[in-house]
């Protein structure tokens, strides 16, 4: 592991971050223009990148990685499931703190740190692992919802309440809707149907694609900077639930299907990244766990100094 390629990667993103954080601090955003800047890097940037990305991808490897596939989504729809189900049982949990922690459990940052972070690193094998790590998120998100509105149903008795869209239905439109789970798949269609894009329409995506890593973590930091960070016992579990435990079932089922893959590794590294945003912004939506979500965020961003260098360490001595 080149220790200096990775001051080189990691230092960038703590600069920007801090530089968003500084701009929030100052009020030098509103609310809505931090949330602009975020739904611009994650609506439009990013998955212009990985579209791209993706159709780079030679279509014999694209075509092994169907092992590699579905440890993913056990390690995240599965964890989701599982840690949802299990917290239920916890008194002080129930309802909407259950569902949020679980999927802080089981979605990450990778589509804000990915790129930054392991493209000078890794080179073009890390956006292929953040294509599939994306991919699996934009599955659990939808589910999140499913579950965060049908819980809100219940504690709504009103008859303006009754009127609401289902919430199945509303999960389930927000997911499909949700360019990062259809670039990838675009991105996969394009490569085993062999088609190639066009130097024009890549060029074009390209364009908006660059923006991805620094409007994205500058956002981080506007968001960190809205909430102000309290340490409790809850927070430092669930900040090292989120930096191991994915990681851990990831790695089990990857040995468990016999998978060898060349994007496995990223896999690994992505699924040690902090907590998605998402959780924090639902938290404040939902009016539940707030204070511990932004506290987890800042926490578990602070730690990718630390995880990074691990797990690259760790794939390296032990190979996926």
Request: with cysteine; aromatic share 8%; hydrophobic share 60%.
């Amino acid at each position: 592991m080149n220790l200096s390629g990775l001051v080189s990667a990691l230092l960038p993103v703590f600069f920007v971050l801090a530089l968003g954080y500084a701009a929030g601090k100052r009020n030098a955003f509103s609310a809505e223009q931090a949330a602009g800047l975020s739904k611009l890097a994650i609506t439009f940037a990013l998955p212009a990148s990985l579209l791209v990305s993706m159709t780079q991808i030679p279509q014999s490897l694209l075509l092994q990685q169907g092992p590699l596939l579905v440890a993913i989504l056990v390690a995240h729809l599965g964890l989701f499931f599982v840690a949802w189900f299990v917290m239920g049982f916890v008194k002080s949990l129930r309802g909407t703190p259950a569902i949020l922690y679980a999927l802080m459990l089981a979605t990450s940052a990778t589509p804000v740190f990915g790129l930054a972070v392991l493209q000078p690193i890794l080179g073009n094998n890390a956006s292929g692992a953040i294509g599939l790590i994306a991919l699996a998120i934009n599955l659990v998100v939808p589910a999140a919802v499913v579950l965060l509105e049908v819980d809100a149903a219940k504690h709504q008795k009103t008859g303006n309440d009754q009127a609401r869209d289902n919430p199945v239905v509303t999960g389930l439109v927000s997911g499909l809707k949700s360019p990062l789970l259809w670039a990838p798949i675009l991105g996969i269609v394009i490569v085993i149907a062999g088609i190639s894009l066009p130097h024009a329409i890549a060029a074009s995506l390209q364009l908006i694609g660059v923006a991805t890593s620094g409007i994205a973590v500058f956002a981080v930091g506007l968001i960190l900077a809205s909430h102000s960070f309290s340490f409790s016992g809850r927070v430092f579990l669930g900040t090292f639930g989120r930096l191991t435990l994915q990681n851990l079932v990831l790695f089990s089922f990857l040995h468990l299907l016999h998978v060898s893959s060349p994007f496995a590794g990223e896999a690994l590294i992505c699924c040690s990244f902090p907590l998605a945003t998402v959780v924090v912004l639902f938290a404040a939506r939902y009016k539940s766990s707030e204070s511990e979500t932004a506290s987890m965020l800042l926490l578990s961003t602070l730690s990718l100094a630390i995880t990074v260098p691990i797990i690259l360490w760790l794939t390296q001595r032990w190979p996926a």
